[in-house]
């Protein structure tokens, strides 16, 4: 099928229609305009703006829509009181989410409204937090769109397609791409075609952007930057923040997934590459009877906080697993409207092994080795075990439950479920 063909179909599919668009934005007008009046009546110092997707107007088709709303208070309340302050003017019917800074989520016509906090800054180095940055990432894009009305499309198609690869998200437990991230990619790319060809054409050196030219070259950047801001795949440096890598959370697994996704679709164009896949139905297609699906909840508060608990927890798992078995795959889906990770796992029995121990004159250590094995025996001068590996992926469960009951609870894991 033509590529371009393709990409006007889903374009179509995920661009909202204009009815839609007036609504969002009049609820979100009305909502800004209530906050407004409450922030005045309440004497606190404060702006309030329309942030995020429907701001740029990148907004993609979905059964439920939200509205970034962000009230920008005066430097002198502080980091710590604007969250408070906020609480005060909200409804008692949102719902307070705990994050870096603690935001709300309110329904309205529908619509969730996402109110969240920031200090109003003149410039960049005075953020205390990523947030406090979104006035600017949103005047950026805003400007370059204008020039370009063509790159809001292909930033929809950029996000609908990571999103269906299970990339999008800078979570911890995603390590992906952010919204933000993709916008300055299509903006530098032009286009989405351009943008996933140079990622599917990707070797081994790391991309490094600078649109602003903040630096001379790239050996500038990587010396001038912390070592933590250029591990990431892609060093994409914030034109509004010269300091910042907006793509620092990008996880090299996550990348190599989204480059064979590339790859897959300018090999062979297809709608399938734009839709979400049931990961679970996937997987039970593919592996039948030999999938293990186990099913992990946390005391964690629904979102990047439960979800990335999880993900540690799942590495944590698999590292205990993988003495036992032969881990063939080993997938993480988090659902965050359940509050549930799945852990999806075929394995293979481990052949029993033959360990070797401390040497016969290294007296304390082989008390201790002989007290860990049931059966040693002595072959030039060094102890050995043989490991026998019989335990049935039910066994060990139980084995792992009883054993790690202390790890368990300190990473906040209150029910571990096999399904099947």
Known sequence: MDINKILKQQIELIKPDKE???KINKNSNEFVKNLKNRLKNKKIKAEVFIGGSLAKKTIVKKDRYDADIFVRFDKKYGDEEISRLLGKIMDRNSKKIHGSRDYYQQASNGIIMEIIPVIKIKNQQEAQNITDLSYFHVNYINK???KNKKLAEDILLAKTFVHAQNCYGAESYIHGFSGYSLELLICHYGSFLKFIREIAKHSKDK???DDAKFYRNNNEILRELNESKTKSPIILIDPTFKERNALAGLSYETFVKFKKA???????PSDKFFEVEDIQEELKRKYKNKLIIIAVKTNKQAGDIAGTKSKKFFEFFI???EKEFNVKIKEFEYNENKNISYYYLVIEKKPDEIIRGPSVKDIHN????KKARKKIFIKNDFAY??????LSFKEFIQRFKAKEKKIIKEMSVKEIKLIT
């Open 385 to 390: 075990a043989k490991i026998r590996h019989d």
């Open 207 to 209: 991309i490094i952007i």
């Open 366 to 369: 082989l008390a201790r080795f």
């Open 262 to 268: 590339c790859q897959g679709f300018l090999g062979n």
């Open 144 to 146: 370059i769109i204008n």
């Open 319 to 321: 590292l205990k697993l």
């Open 20 to 22: 839609t668009l007036d």
